[in-house]
């Protein structure tokens, strides 16, 4: 028996994907801080420390599963279940079984399932990055989407089923393939996820649980990928120069884009940088 009282579904095995948050993200606010009113002062440090109690938060939220056995769904559990969700501001749900390989190495896992969640960024906001009005739009999102995130988790298990929530401030698992999976958008040469509805202007959150999950019907994104194959202004206009032309496949098996740490640095120097989410056609209105 583990800690909680009941087995991890899973427990991250892959050598190569390691969960790491650069402490100096935990240390954002004096970035707009210093360029702000008051009040926008305010308000940032307010999401800034709402990400990271939810954070923390969501990690807790493995406990209290001892007593949830169930799997079978009523009929119309995932109708309801979406609309509670869209009334509390998420705008994109998706459904895939767990992807073993994307778990961080060593993590223990509740849930067998993953309903993958997506809220989008305001456009007014992000097409001001970089700089601290796009900053500011990112932690409201990473605060706002984190408490939902928990909330619906929550309820899943007060229904009954084993659940979990992960932050999308930093889960257990790896958010891109498994949005993918879901039938929610591509993998993008910035290293995001597309969709057809935002772009890259969204961020996500993940419930992994018991509860068997509908199936997601296949979506036709031919027009998405052609598009981002030949577009390629990221590529050009990455401010931290860590956007790859042509992606290379890590030990993990991830396709990736980006040189992480080269983007971080951008982030770090550049009030969060996301340019990239400002330049994306797809996201642009
Ligand atoms: S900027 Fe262009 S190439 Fe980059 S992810 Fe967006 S659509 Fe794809
Ligand atoms: S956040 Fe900045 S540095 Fe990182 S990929 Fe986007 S534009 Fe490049």
Not at 1 to 7: K, R, W
Not at 72 to 77: I, L
Not at 195 to 216: L, M, N, V, Y
Request: hydrophobic letters at 35%; proline letters at 5%.
């Amino acid at each position: 028996m583990s800690e909680v009282g009941i087995e991890p579904t899973y427990i991250g095995k892959n050598e190569n994907l390691v969960f790491i948050v650069p402490k100096e993200l935990f240390n954002m606010s004096l970035g707009p801080a210093e360029v702000l009113d008051r009040e926008s002062a305010k308000l940032f440090s307010k999401y800034i420390r709402g990400t990271f109690r939810g954070f923390q938060k969501a990690r807790k939220t493995k406990y209290g599963n001892e007593n949830n056995t169930k799997t079978q769904v009523p009929p119309d559990f995932w109708e309801k279940f979406e609309k509670r969700a869209t009334e509390l501001d998420v705008d994109l749900i998706g459904y895939t079984p767990v992807n073993e390989n994307y778990i961080f190495k060593d993590l223990k896992l509740y849930g067998k399932n993953a309903i993958v969640l997506g809220m989008e960024l305001e456009w007014e906001k992000i097409k001001e990055a970089p700089g601290a009005i796009c900053e500011i739009e990112l932690f409201r999102l990473y605060k706002e989407l984190g408490d939902v995130t928990i909330k619906l988790a929550e309820f899943l298990k007060e229904q009954g089923y084993k659940s979990e929530a992960h932050h999308p401030f930093g889960g257990k698992l790896l958010y891109g393939p498994h949005a993918v999976a879901a039938n929610l958008g591509i993998l993008g040469r910035n290293g995001l996820i597309i969709t057809p509805e935002f772009g890259p202007r969204q961020r996500w959150s993940i419930i992994t649980t018991d509860a068997d999950i509908p199936k997601t019907e296949k979506k036709d994104f031919n027009d998405l990928k052609e598009y981002c194959e030949k577009c390629g202004a990221c590529v050009r206009g990455c401010k931290g120069g860590s956007v790859y032309e042509t992606p290379i496949e890590k030990e993990n098996g991830v396709i990736t884009h980006i040189d992480r740490s080269k983007c971080i640095e951008s982030i770090l120097e550049n009030n969060y940088c996301s340019y990239c989410l400002r330049i994306c056609c797809p996201g642009i209105l």
